[in-house]
T-cell receptor
Framework: EDKVVQSPLSLVVHEGDTVTLNCSYE??????LLWYKQEKKAPTFLFML????IEKKSGRLSSILDKKELSSILNITATQTGDSAIYLC??????????FGKGTRLHILP | DGGITQSPKYLFRKEGQNVTLSCEQN?????MYWYRQDPGQGLRLIYY???????QKGDIAEGYSVSREKKESFPLTVTSAQKNPTAFYLC????????????FGSGTRLTVV
């Protein structure tokens, strides 16, 4: 059975801290790994990773894929209260299907 | 602007009633999806459709039905057979390669009263 596992499920840190969110997967056919941020309603796209070892960056957020370890991490440096959200990891396993992890709920204390 | 519109944002259902959630997109995407989100459960796939007049069951299709009569529209009916329908429902769409992941609607929160 294809699955995506995220850890931790919940995390509380203080503003300014750096956080690392983890995602591991076991799938029969890997095409890409995606990260989304869900603040209130609709998840919004952050990164798509297809190649091992190549870091994607957007401001204070970065992510990298390790195909050997079947995992990915999402780093957020110098966290701000606006980073509080649910972060979803997902794996595209075929043209029409993406499977999601349960998400990491991140709360940033001022 | 292109996007996905879900309506209503909030919906209350009485026991034994069927309700229909609307999802419309103007992105010219071929594929559309319905997910259910419960606290601590992540997103679970209910139904998806790759082309008009065709759809497939996802992981938790029991108690739900869909139709895809138009490319732009993919309504979800929550039937009385769904025993625990209270949840947040998300609609999404993609080109068939899902190369950039999905575009999501803003969701409908359904509550059984």
């Amino acid at each position: 059975e294809d699955k995506v596992v995220q850890s931790p499920l919940s995390l509380v840190v203080h503003e300014g801290d750096t956080v690392t969110l983890n995602c591991s997967y076991e799938v029969t056919n890997f095409r890409s790994l995606l990260w989304y941020k869900q603040e209130k309603k609709a998840p919004t796209f952050l990164f798509m990773l297809t190649s091992s070892g190549i870091e994607k960056k957007s401001g204070r957020l970065s992510s990298i894929l390790d195909k050997k370890e079947l995992s990915s991490i999402l780093n957020i440096t110098a966290t701000q209260t606006g980073d509080s959200a649910i972060y979803l990891c997902a794996v595209n396993i075929r043209d029409d299907k993406i499977i999601f992890g349960k998400g990491t709920r991140l709360h940033i204390l001022p | 602007d292109g996007g996905i519109t879900q309506s209503p944002k909030y919906l209350f259902r009485k026991e034994g009633q069927n309700v229909t959630l609307s999802c419309e997109q103007n992105l010219n995407h071929d594929a559309m999806y319905w997910y259910r989100q419960d606290p601590g459960q992540g997103l679970r796939l209910i139904y998806y459709s790759q082309i008009v007049n065709d759809f497939q069951k996802g992981d938790i299709a029991e108690g739900y039905s869909v139709s895809r009569e138009k490319k732009e529209s993919f309504p979800l009916t929550v039937t009385s057979a769904q025993k625990n329908p209270t949840a947040f429902y998300l609609c999404a769409s993609s080109n068939n390669r899902a190369s950039r992941g999905y575009t999501f609607g803003s969701g409908t929160r359904l509550t059984v009263v």
